[in-house]
Every structure is written in structure tokens, then in C-alpha cells.
């Protein structure tokens, strides 16, 4: 599986040009047979320097930069390698998965959890 189309690439690149740092993540990594999952939300101009939300579940998720190449050079077994979460919407920004993620020890999806996250952040920044 491709990693990462043109389209996503541009999204990515588009972000990482923006001064905004709280960007929705565009795509999502995950291990098909293991822990690893990764929400990316950028990408540095060399293509391969990627930046998000990373899981490689051992229960302490953290935001940072990462390689692409090395991504795609996992082998697992039965020839599977990490794949892209065709089906991934995000609906928050990165801040809000993180701070989730920090709560619950992995990158969580839960639409309920994630929405009592983004209103108590935005409670703690001073917003309605």
C-alpha cells in the first residue's frame, strides 16, 4: 500500500507551511498486527520528515517528527508492513487527540471522549 498519495502529500505539505501549529491530522498510520499507530498532521519539504501523534503502545503517546521512509521499510510478518487507515476522518485538532491520548494511555477515536476533551480544553483557554 502507498503511504501516502499526491493528494495527502500536498494536504501535508500545505500544513506544514502554515503558521497555524494545531492542525487536524490528514492521515492515520497503524500497525495491521500490533501496536503502532500514528496521526499525521504535516510534512517538512524534504518529504520524508513527518510530524503528529505517535502510539507504539507502550501507554505513553507523544507528539513529534518521524520518517516516512522508515515507515514504509517495516517488514512484519506474512509480508505486511504498516498500513494507511483508508477510512480515517479526523474531526478535532491534534491537541485534542493528544490530549486524549495523554489521558487514556493510546490514541483514542472515541467520538465521545474526544468531544469532552476539545470542551474542557477550550474551558482551560478561556473559549465557549
Known sequence: MILL??????????????CD???VPVVKFFNPIGAGTWLITE??????????????G???PELGS??????????????MGIERDILFEAAFPLSV???????AGS??????LLTI??????????GH
Not at 518521524?66 to 509480508?79: A, N
Not at 476533551?117 to 478561556?126: C, D, K
Request: hydrophobic residues 40%.
Open 5 to 18: 498519495t499526491d493528494n495527502l502529500r500536498d494536504l501535508l505539505l500545505a500544513n506544514g507551511r502554515q
Open 21 to 23: 501549529f494545531d492542525h
Open 43 to 56: 510534512v517538512e519539504p524534504d518529504g520524508d520528515t513527518l510530524f503528529g501523534l505517535a502510539d507504539l
Open 58 to 60: 507502550f501507554g505513553c
Open 66 to 79: 518521524f520518517s516516512l521512509s522508515e515507515l514504509t521499510s517495516v517488514r512484519l510478518p506474512f509480508g
Open 97 to 103: 487527540y493528544a490530549e486524549a491520548a495523554r489521558q
Open 107 to 112: 490514541i483514542v477515536e472515541s467520538e465521545r
Open 117 to 126: 476533551t476539545a470542551a474542557s480544553l477550550r474551558s482551560l483557554r478561556g
